[in-house]
């Protein structure tokens, strides 16, 4: 079945210590989301790409980087996690457009502990 | 800029009673709409989607939503709720093109469903 993918599910680091978290995907989707979403809240989107472009919210800290090295894949960079980024991770996809479809879906997310 | 209003940030029903979980939106022209459901550690599935074709839209596991323009509103509903239907439910509003239709999603209703 075409999927959204993230590994780890549960990833446990420590404080300072750079991460990664990445996401795949099988659904040829155009548009890759990361969402960071803490307790009882909504997700917060931190950036997209549309293909290769990326597009940084305006409120994303500089301590979060991303990386799309193709179509398939994406990847969150913490480089200096704080006990303020503990929080769940969402990937998620879309074809970016109305006649495409613009909804998205979404992975199972990965559950980012800071020790 | 577009934004979303859930009313009630908690909804308790007896097993096999209504499911009502209230949407409001905030666009000046057509907008797209969906609820999302998420289940405790996992990801975003999308329960059903609006994109101005039929009103009425029917979703997955029984849910239903009406859009109604006058109302500005975008209802979730379900004729008899189920144990398994216990989760956290966010209604989403899906911004213009020039931002790759980014999600901008409600502050989420957390439904009980009593034995």
């Known amino acids: 079945d075409a999927m959204v993918i993230q590994n780890p599910r549960y990833q446990v680091t420590q404080f300072g210590k750079p991460v990664t978290l990445s996401c795949s995907q099988t659904l040829n989707h155009n548009v890759m989301y990361w969402y960071q979403q803490k307790s009882s809240q909504a997700p917060k989107l931190l950036f997209h790409?549309?293909?290769?472009?990326?597009?940084n919210e305006a409120d994303t800290p500089d301590n979060f980087q991303s990386r799309r090295p193709n179509t398939s894949f994406c990847f969150l960079d913490i480089r200096s996690p704080g006990l303020g980024d503990a929080a769940m991770y969402l990937c998620?996809?879309?074809?970016?457009?109305?006649?495409?479809?613009?909804?998205?879906?979404f992975g199972p997310g990965t559950r980012l502990t800071v020790t | 800029a577009q934004s979303v209003t859930q009313l009630g940030s908690h909804v308790s029903v007896s097993e096999g009673a209504l499911v009502l979980l209230r949407c409001n939106y905030s666009s000046s022209v057509p907008p797209y709409l969906f609820w999302y459901v998420q289940y405790p550690n996992q990801g975003l599935q999308l329960l059903l989607k609006y994109t101005s074709a039929a009103t009425l839209v029917k979703g997955i596991n029984g849910f239903e939503a009406e859009f109604k323009k006058s109302e500005t509103s975008f209802h979730l509903t379900k004729p008899s709720a189920h144990m398994s239907d216990a989760a956290e439910y966010f209604c989403a509003v899906s911004d213009g093109p020039d931002s790759s239709y980014k999600l901008i999603f409600g502050s989420g209703t957390r439904l009980l469903v009593r034995p």
């Open positions: 998620a996809t879309s074809r970016g457009g109305p006649v495409q479809g613009p909804e998205q879906y």
């Open positions: 790409y549309y293909d290769k472009d990326f597009n």
